[in-house]
């Protein structure tokens, strides 16, 4: 079971509240649990990654184990605490006023 | 009794004010969307519960939200409902994929940058939605990078119009400094292979035959400020209004410079007779008098607040030139707010409803044409966008 922690606003938009589990078969990647994520709640298509480019937004990072992994390669394992489902992985939107 | 429904498009939300045809007490639901910015939304001619809304983040992208009940509840077309499993999911209300396809004829991929070089036509959201005057499941849609996009499934898919880009004068448009934005489409009942779009800093454009081909109509607008003040193309216009019962005459703000044409904007002429200052964003034309024409004067285009500290907006009766100020009910003292583009409406009311929202978060109405005006609400985040439908 893999964990995700959305940002406010997604959370809003997916209407859940707290973390998202999510069932992953094969490789644990940003690319898979994204599907997966797109998958489960479709209102979230193009709002983590574009819609044309599938790359990641730019104000959006993903955050796990305390390391930063959003220029990892979109198919590069993810941590195995995090494949595991010890630690989630966390999508966080940037700090900005306004 | 007529219930009136005022729609308001802000930075952090959306609200929706109703009220009898009195237009006196008002009740207010919001925020709907809470957090985003709502750029623009607007109900079906044709079935006013069906109300579309631009919903975007600068983290998160486009959305688009429509609601089937006037508003008390909201869908992402395509984006509502879990996929059965092994489905893919859709999801692609919010996708706006720019026509590069062959049958263009034309690669339309880039448009002219703020220093002059090219760049690559980019989407980042949806400014205006204007829902079709026959069909509730057909909407256009102008966004940014200047682009217009239609649905016929009730924002379920988009797909672009791509005539417009494709007519051959794209790589001039340039972005203003609120983007390259196309942010008003008037469609015309009496004419439906006839629209009018106009795009900041392009022009405007019209096409005669339902979108395949367009051109500019912007021959007599004059601006000092670029190139070739007279050029066919890369004037800022900030908004266009027209009265349904007379397609012909449309009246537009432009960057400075209050315009009317008599020919759907095959030529154009100033009409800013007496304003104060000729510079502002939000144009309308009352419902039942086509040549009563509302314009909020805004003071330049370094200061993008209302002349003096007063909120006055200014009503020509004559189509122009002559302008009268309006001001009872309205702050007339230490007052610096802006007034956008789609930030103004008129209701079909008997006497005719005037709306308009500030970057403040007021939102006045007059219900006598503009004689005498109240607040609705006072205290919204910046007002981006109001619409308003009068329901039987």
Known sequence: ?98 | MSEVRVLVGTRKGAFILTSDGKRQNWQVSGPHFAGWEIYHLKGSPVDPKRIYASQSSGWFGQLLQRSDDGGKTWNTPGGEKLPKPGEFPTGTSNKFVYDTSAETGKPLTTHQWYDGTQHPWEFKRVWHLEPSLTDPDTVYAGVEDAALFRTTDGAHTWHEVSGLRGHGTGPKWQPGAGGLCLHTIILDKSNPQRIVIAISAAGSFRTDDGGKTWRPINKGLHSPYIPDPNAEIGHCVHHVAMNPSRPNVLFMQKHWDVMRSDNAGDSWHEVSGNLPTDFGFAIDVHAHEPDTVYVVPIKSDGEHFVMDGKLRVYRSRSGGNEWEPLTKGLPQRDCYVNILRDAMAVDSLDKCGIYFGTTGGQVYCSADAGDNWAPIVRDLPAVLSVEVQAIP
Do not use: N, W
């Open chain 1, 1 to 98: 079971m893999i964990r995700v922690v959305l940002p406010p606003h997604l959370r809003g938009l997916a209407k859940v509240s707290g973390e998202v589990e999510l069932e992953i078969a094969g490789p644990v990647t940003q690319r898979s649990v994204v599907d997966a994520l797109e998958a489960r709640y479709p209102v979230l298509c193009g709002t983590i990654r574009d819609h044309v480019t599938q790359t990641r937004r730019p104000f959006l990072r993903f955050f796990a184990c305390g390391e930063d992994l959003s220029h990892e390669q979109p198919d590069a394992p993810l941590p195995a605490a995090v494949a595991s489902g010890a630690e989630p992985l966390l999508i966080v939107g940037a700090i900005a006023g306004g």
